[in-house]
Every structure is written in C-alpha cells, then in structure tokens.
C-alpha cells in the first residue's frame, strides 16, 4: 500500500531534550515537506526536500532541523525542543511536478 | 501574511443540503488549487482540484468553483452526508512550484 509513515504518533517530553520524528514513504516520491498544524493557523511548512541531499527551509524552521539522506526517509529533529513547539505534526511527500501530497497520519507532539 | 485564507471556522450543515466552503487568495501566481479533508487522528486526504484554466471541475457529489478574478474559490457538497463530517483544507500553488499553501481549515459538521 502506498502510504507515508510517520513515528511516533504521540509524544510528550521535557523542555531541551532532543528529539527526532521519523518520516518514511514507499512511493519513491522526491519531494517531502514537514508541515505543522495549528488552530487558526492552518497548515504551515517547516521544512521541504525536492531530493536525496537537497533540503530547504520552509515559512517556520527557526528550532527545527532535517536531512535527507536516502530517497524514502525525511526525519524532522528538534534539537532543543520548546513549549511553543508544542502541535500536530505532518509529513508529506509527492512526485516532483506532482499535483497534490500524500500526508502521513500525523505525530502529535506535547513539550512541557 | 496568510495568502490562503479561510474565513469560516466551522459550519454546520443539515444532512442532505448543499454545504459551501469557502476559501480566498492573495497571491496571483497560484494557478492549482486543491482540497483537502482531514478527520481526527488521520493525516489530511486529497479531495479534489482546479487548474486556473478552468471555472469548474465535479466530481460525484463534490465541485470546486474558481472565480480568477475574485481570487476565490468553493467547494460545494450535495447532498451532505455525516460522513462528510471533517476539516476541509483549501491549498494552492504556483506554476512550476512545488510547495502548497494552506489556509486555516473549515470544520464542517453535518447535522442527522
């Protein structure tokens, strides 16, 4: 099944202490993108890939760090996690010139 | 500086009558607009699309209208079924782009 899988689901830690959310898909995409959502804020992107070593920043990366080192995996780290960090996570990928993302389910992250 | 607005929060519909969601743009190089549904615990799903090209595009009981000049688009439901019940996200991109922007996202409750 073609799908985007992100880990974990659910996360809740402490203020500092570093963390990565891992991001896998299985449709040989090249563009993946790390989204945070937000009430009344919507979607908004962190960071993006259009490829194995290309990354950039997306319109909120301050905290955030990625890589992209092999085509299906995109881990979103954060280095020194905040209480302002605290959201719904989403991973998406798609084809380059592709229409439209595939979204994983989500990683619901608390920091306190 | 939100170029993909939602101004709609939530809407509730009755089942069986049309629902309308509306969604608003500023930025005048987006030429592909997208729908997107999402319910809880689940990654946001593709619904459906418009090029600028077109005025319309339906398909079952979901249609996209775009209004170029407005810069506005809808999507109407009908009939509204419980299923239906969910946050509709509108996004859009550029020609050539790769990145989707979103707007705030429009909870729809459909009402026995």
């Known amino acids: 099944e073609a799908q985007v899988t992100q880990n974990p689901r659910y996360l809740i830690t402490v203020t500092g202490k570093k963390l990565t959310v891992t991001c896998s898909q299985n449709m040989n995409h090249e563009y993946m993108s790390w989204y945070r959502q937000d009430p009344g804020l919507g979607l908004r992107q962190i960071y993006y890939?259009?490829?194995?070593?290309?990354?950039d920043k997306g319109d909120v990366p301050e905290g955030y760090k990625v890589s992209r080192k092999e085509k299906r995996n995109f881990p979103l780290i954060l280095e020194s996690p905040s209480p302002n960090q605290t959201s719904l996570y989403f991973c998406a990928s798609s084809l380059l010139g592709g229409s439209g993302y595939t979204f994983g389910s989500g990683t619901r992250l608390t920091v306190v | 500086d939100q170029q993909v607005k939602q101004n709609s929060p939530s809407l509730s519909v009755q089942e069986g009558r049309i629902s309308i969601l509306n969604c608003d743009y500023t930025n005048s190089m987006f030429d592909y607009f997208l729908w997107y549904k999402k319910y809880p615990a689940e990654g946001p799903t593709f619904l459906i699309s418009i090029s600028s090209i077109k005025d319309k595009n339906e398909d079952g009981r979901f249609t996209v209208f775009l209004n170029k000049s407005a810069k506005h688009l809808s999507l109407h439901i009908v009939p509204s079924q419980p299923g239906d019940s969910a946050v509709y996200f509108c996004a859009a991109k550029g020609q050539g782009a790769q990145k989707l922007v979103f707007g705030q996202g429009t909870r729809l409750t459909i009402n026995p």
């Open positions: 890939s259009m490829n194995v070593e290309v990354t």
